[in-house]
């Protein structure tokens, strides 16, 4: 298994504060991704990372931020938490994009009352 | 943007049967993936395939690049084939994925 790991693994928080989620990998690939998963939705792209310091949104960027200062670490934030944010947060990573093959987290399950 | 379509949405089955999950796009791709989910929610890549077949194990999927359609078959399924299998194409340059919202099957001993 590719070493990739999420932390925290669930989190309940209340609307309106800040939420930071961890990734991290020990993979050295280049690619990472943000998704949550609905019922209903699928899998949906947040932000995703090309490199340190190179970011580009989703389809669902809207109240999210992301962070990656080193090649191992992505950090998912929401700013300000609301119940519609409530959802399963999957990283992923990849060593040339899209084209090749995707490893993911075990998710975080985050409840925003 | 690529719209991805699987069908059936559930399927539940005997053990045994032969298995098969469709899925299509709108728009050429590069690469095209099957992911699987099992219940506690782990995601697994199965096949990255960009033409053609591959087959690992008792699982074969096909894709057919002029007709946008490609198809995961299962053989003589098992129940610990019970699962979400996902479907998920290339958006090209962008390097992103768009993913079909999965077909949930069920096989029973």
């Known amino acids: 298994d590719a070493g990739i790991t999420q932390s925290p693994r669930h989190k309940v928080t209340e609307t309106g504060t800040p939420v930071t989620l961890r990734c991290h990998q020990t993979?050295?690939?280049?690619?990472m991704y943000w998704y949550r998963q609905d019922p209903g939705h699928g899998l949906r792209l947040i932000h995703y990372s090309y490199g340190v310091k190179d970011t580009d949104k989703g389809e669902v960027s809207d109240g999210y931020s992301v962070s990656r200062s080193k090649t191992e670490d992505f950090l998912l934030t929401l700013e300000s938490a609301t119940s519609s944010q409530t959802s399963v947060y999957f990283c992923?990573?990849?060593?040339?994009?899209?084209?090749?093959?995707?490893?993911f987290g075990p998710g975080t399950r985050l409840t925003v009352l | 943007k690529n719209e991805v379509e699987q069908s059936p949405q559930n399927l539940t089955a005997q053990e045994g049967e032969f298995i098969t999950i469709n899925c299509s796009y709108s728009?050429?791709?590069?690469?095209l993936h099957w992911l699987q989910q099992h219940p506690g929610g782990g995601i697994v890549s199965l096949f990255m395939l960009s033409s053609g077949k591959k087959k690992h194990g008792r699982l074969i999927a096909t894709i057919n690049i002029q007709e946008k359609h490609s198809s995961l078959h299962i053989t003589a399924s098992h129940p610990r084939d019970s699962a979400v299998y996902i479907c998920?194409?290339?958006?090209?340059?962008?390097?992103?994925?768009?993913f079909g919202q999965g077909t949930r099957l069920t096989i029973n001993p």
């Open positions: 728009v050429g791709i590069s690469a």
């Open positions: 992923a990573i990849s060593l040339a994009g899209s084209t090749d093959t995707q490893y």
């Open positions: 998920a194409v290339d958006e090209g340059r962008a390097q992103k994925l768009v």
């Open positions: 993979e050295n690939h280049r690619y």
